[in-house]
């Protein structure tokens, strides 16, 4: 029998190993978001992980590099005309959102 009932308790850390650890902030990226009709004059809201950002088309913003991921992924299909019977022969993946990275900050 051990005469302290703590020393016979076990840590929070050996019951729990996954308790979310302080995680290593990301490194940001300074872009801008070209002007196009996919959005709207207020901005477009943008998320990655449960951060969300509101980003202006226009307007320098500092965000993860993790956004870049998700403007890369969004892409649409256009279609790509013949020149001289205006006809659709395929189509071709366009960025939706198109940006220019400004400056790349360190983490």
């Known amino acids: ?3 302290n009932l703590s020393d ?3 840590t929070d850390e050996a019951v729990s190993p996954l308790t979310p650890k302080a995680a290593a902030p990301s490194k940001r990226v300074r872009i801008v978001l070209e002007e196009n009709e996919n959005i709207p004059p ?3 809201f943008f ?3 449960g951060a969300t950002f509101l980003l202006r088309p226009g307007d320098e913003a500092d ?6 991921t998700v403007l890369n992924d969004a ?6 005309l013949d020149p001289t019977t205006r006809q659709v022969v395929g189509y071709r993946k366009k960025l939706r959102f198109p940006y220019r990275v400004i400056q790349v ?3």
């Open 1 to 3: 029998m051990t005469s």
């Open 8 to 10: 016979a308790l076990a």
């Open 42 to 44: 207020t901005g477009q």
């Open 47 to 49: 998320g990655h992980n």
């Open 63 to 68: 965000v993860p590099v993790e956004i870049l």
């Open 75 to 80: 892409v649409q299909d256009v279609p790509q």
């Open 105 to 107: 900050q360190a983490a």
